[in-house]
């Protein structure tokens, strides 16, 4: 059994190897998958409902919620199982928000 010491021991390490290697600490490739596809069928066979879902699929199934107004029924319908595993969480980032500016033209390119 880890002790609270061992972790952040272990936490450490991780984080140290990082910050050398200039990447995230969990990357692509190790399984993350598949080991929350093996949590998911065991919630299953101990009787809980999962739904398991890639995380940029549901925030654009959320977004078009928002778009005709049936953001509450589609989130309702998200939380119903009793485990919810979302997949890639945080894998790649959003793409950036368009932005109005008084110095650009119609054509989307800068003023004068």
Do not use: Y
Not at 15 to 29: L, V, W
Not at 60 to 71: I, N, P, S
Request: proline content about 7%.
């Amino acid at each position: 059994m880890l002790t609270t010491s061992h972790r952040s021991k272990n936490r450490a390490e991780l984080q140290k190897r990082a910050q050398i290697a200039n990447e995230p600490a969990i990357t692509s490739g190790v399984g993350k998958t598949h080991v929350a596809q093996a949590l998911g069928h065991q919630a299953i066979r101990q009787g809980a409902n999962v739904r398991f879902a890639k995380t940029s699929r549901v925030l654009a199934e959320l977004a078009g919620g928002h778009a005709d107004r049936t953001w509450d029924k589609r989130i309702r319908e998200l939380i119903r199982p009793d485990v919810l595993i979302l997949d890639d969480f945080a894998m790649l980032c959003p793409p950036p928000r368009p932005t109005t500016s008084t110095n650009s033209s119609p054509n989307g390119r800068a003023g004068p």
